[in-house]
T-cell receptor
Framework: AQSVTQLDSHVSVSEGTPVLLRCNYS??????LFWYVQHPNKGLQLLLK??????LVKGINGFEAEFKKSETSFHLTKPSAHMSDAAEYFC?????????????FGKGTKLSVIP | EAGVAQSPRYKIIEKRQSVAFWCNPI?????LYWYQQILGQGPKLLIQ????????DSQLPKDRFSAERLKGVDSTLKIQPAKLEDSAVYLC??????????????FGPGTRLTVT
């Protein structure tokens, strides 16, 4: 069965400093991995996705994530935080190779950006 | 391209009352999903439709929740009777197909339900 663990429920950074949101996954086959962002009172927006191509994935708004199979990790990074990055971030896994078309969400990491 | 539409955006009801939520997916999207997001948790899939047929409803509490997508376009999710623990945001999402849904789904803004 597939699952994701987001290692931090809350991360606080100063504006202009790097962002690191950590995610470990578990799957029985070759997973697809995603990061979604949810701003207050807004719908979920896809930031980036990994689907077995390049292991370093670039997304919108300067975010990127690296798929590391040996570590079963898919951490989200950004070199310099902006106030508008304050939101909840979800790491998500699917395992179509194992016949599962479901998206399984982590519990979320709330990112706060301090001016 | 219009996104996924949901209504109402907010709903407050008393326990044991009934409530219905509506979703209109992106035009041409065959697969439609309903998720429940309880405060402090990630969304959990309740039910998945492929056109007007149910693909997966294994996590839908069928004693009180029901959903339909009669013409394979818009969908309704109903709760009857509501319990306090049903307080959550109900998200609708859509994708071109099941397989496309594994590489990204498009989400609506959600309906925030409060049961008192």
């Amino acid at each position: 069965a597939q699952s994701v663990t987001q290692l931090d429920s809350h991360v606080s950074v100063s504006e202009g400093t790097p962002v690191l949101l950590r995610c470990n996954y578990s799957s029985s086959y070759s997973p697809s991995l995603f990061w979604y962002v949810q701003h207050p009172n807004k719908g979920l927006q896809l930031l980036l996705k990994y689907t077995s191509a390049a292991t370093l994935v670039k997304g919108i708004n300067g975010f990127e994530a690296e798929f590391k199979k040996s570590e079963t990790s898919f951490h989200l990074t950004k070199p310099s935080a902006h106030m508008s990055d304050a939101a909840e971030y979800f790491c998500v896994v699917s395992d179509p190779g194992a016949g599962s078309y479901q998206l399984t969400f982590g519990k979320g990491t709330k990112l706060s950006v301090i001016p | 391209e219009a996104g996924v539409a949901q209504s109402p955006r907010y709903k407050i009801i008393e326990k044991r009352q009934s409530v219905a939520f509506w979703c209109n997916p992106i035009s041409g999207h065959a697969t439609l999903y309903w998720y429940q997001q309880i405060l402090g948790q990630g969304p959990k899939l309740l039910i998945q439709f492929q056109n007007n047929g149910v693909v997966d409803d294994s996590q839908l509490p069928k004693d009180r929740f029901s959903a339909e997508r009669l013409k394979g376009v818009d969908s309704t999710l109903k709760i009857q009777p509501a319990k306090l623990e049903d307080s959550a945001v109900y998200l609708c999402a859509s994708s071109l197909s099941q397989r496309e849904g594994t590489v990204g789904q498009y989400f609506g803004p959600g309906t925030r339900l409060t049961v008192t």
